[in-house]
């Protein structure tokens, strides 16, 4: 019973969270709706970890395997790839490198900043 | 026979049976190379086409478990919760960090597919593919890609910062273990945060932070994908 209702916490959620994407004027996957209402629904206290935690675990644990009928779908897709590889296999690589190149040095030179700030106010 | 292969119980059969061997063989060898969900993937598409079964016919079963996806996008807010203290205590550096980093992949992404020349439908399946599939497969089909791109290049753009992880860390000289993690959480998603794990418990949980934060940015800024495609 308890799993039972863990998933019917969960799967409320998002039953909800389908309703949200349906009145809003512009698309909004419900899934990422999905995800703000229960961190809210966690932070006001109405859910408590410890009411969702076995589902959740089942469902982050094996997060990978819930991908792999969509990954297979490349069946459909191959000769798409196949005739754009060259720009699939550079947009990752270059991509890949740039996005963590501009992230770690934001966050390097915001927290020098943090700590010049700290030591005039001191 | 045909009837038999369109029961769902052989689409969720079979996609169970390929995922343990994807992780019996990832544990074995421990190789980023060999990640679990590629192996999977290769195993059936393989069987699909040595056995000539129509990709319907396993999408009835595939359906049922695609269906988990949202839900399991919903539970990544324990994971964030999880993290609350770490956010609270870091929440300046996090929110640029991300912000910038998903700026820069959309942006480097946009640029090169204009540079190739690639049509609308594949802009809008690689753009989103920097963050967990999940998210990015969502903002792909709202917008017109097709999944199974996004899927593909979600999944090679993650087994990628996995395994060069190490190198980015040494070619923009930054050790500070929360400009790591972040980082290697908002160019490659899951995949990538299991390497910053490896590397320390700041890196992991960084890393971890990233990829819900990066998801949420990401889906907002494609509200302006419109606009460009």
């Known amino acids: 019973m ?5 998933i019917g916490v969960v799967f409320g959620v998002y039953w909800g969270s389908q309703c949200i994407e349906a009145v809003l004027p512009f698309p909004f996957p419900a899934s990422v709706i999905s995800l703000l209402v229960l961190l809210g629904l966690l932070l006001l206290g109405v859910v408590k970890v410890d009411h969702i935690r076995e589902k959740s675990d089942f469902l982050l644990g094996n997060l990978g395997f819930f991908f792999v009928p969509a990954g297979v779908g490349i069946i459909n897709y191959a000769n798409v790839i196949w005739e754009n590889a060259a720009a699939f296999v550079t947009i990752c690589v270059v991509s890949t490198v740039l996005t963590y190149g501009a992230t770690a040095w934001a966050v390097h030179l915001t927290c020098r900043l943090m700590e010049k700030k700290g030591e005039r106010e001191k | 026979m ?6 769902p119980f052989f689409g969720v059969t079979i996609t169970i049976v390929a995922y343990w061997i994807g992780v019996k063989i990832q544990q074995k060898t421990k190789l980023a190379i ?3 969900m590629l192996i999977a993937v290769v195993l059936l598409v393989a069987v699909l086409v040595v056995f000539d079964i129509p990709y319907e016919s396993y999408y009835v ?9 949202g839900p399991a996008t919903a539970c990544m807010a324990v994971s964030v919760y999880a993290k609350l203290e770490l956010l609270k205590k870091n929440w300046l550096p996090v929110l640029v960090g991300c912000t910038v980093g998903v700026a820069t992949s959309l942006i480097s992404i946009f640029v090169m597919c204009r540079l190739f020349g690639l049509d609308r439908e594949m802009t809008a399946s690689l753009l989103p593919k920097s963050v967990t599939t999940p998210i990015a497969t969502a903002i792909s089909q709202d917008h017109g890609g097709l999944v199974a791109i996004t899927v593909a290049a979600v999944t090679a753009t993650g087994i990628l910062g996995n395994l060069i992880a190490p190198m980015l860390v040494r070619l923009f000289r930054i050790k500070d273990p929360l400009a790591v993690g972040l ?6 998603h899951a995949v990538g945060t299991a390497k910053a794990m490896e590397m320390g418990e700041t890196e992991g949980a960084m ?3 990233a990829i819900g934060l990066c998801g949420i940015l990401t889906t907002v ?5 419109e606009l460009f495609l």
């Open chain 2, 221 to 225: 800024a494609a509200l302006g994908f």
């Open chain 2, 207 to 209: 890393s971890g932070l």
């Open chain 2, 34 to 36: 060999c990640n679990y």
């Open chain 2, 183 to 188: 980082g290697i959480g908002a160019c490659s």
């Open chain 2, 61 to 69: 079963g595939g359906n049922l478990i695609n269906l988990f996806l």
């Open chain 2, 2 to 7: 045909s009837a038999l292969l369109e029961s």
């Open chain 1, 2 to 6: 308890k799993i039972l209702l863990q």
